[in-house]
């Protein structure tokens, strides 16, 4: 895949959510409640991890992964796959990749990691063209 950049892990924060949960001072509720449409991304669009849920412990996480960037247009907000991050880092300058990690057994979800690719040119001005002065 292409060189990430502006590389974010959420691990700490995942650690802190765990650890309040185990301790009691969080409910299982308030942290397994995957949107519906994420559980139906993991369900169709997701890639399997071998990490148990940390919650449950009854099946393996799966990766979503979301890409927003402004030279994404309509496009933006959609759930890639590992070739497909590979073809738009290619194509585009820039745009940030979420990857959201969830269980499809209680609905625990967490943001795991975040980070930018694309060729990190400025975006070409496409279909414009030089207007004469007359």
Known sequence: MASRRSVVDYGLARRATLASVY????????????????????????????????????????????????????????????????????????FRVYVVEVCQSCGWNHLATSYVLGTGEPPARRGRRARSGQ
């Open 23 to 94: 301790a009691g001072n969080t409910t299982v509720t308030d942290v397994c409640d995957a949107h519906p449409y994420l559980l139906r991304a993991a369900k169709h669009h997701g890639e399997p991890t071998e990490t148990r849920c940390p919650i449950c412990r009854k099946t393996n996480l799966t990766h979503v992964t979301y890409v927003y960037g402004d030279e994404l247009g309509q496009y933006a907000g959609r759930v890639k796959r590992g070739p497909e991050l590979t073809e738009m880092a290619a194509e585009y300058g820039e």
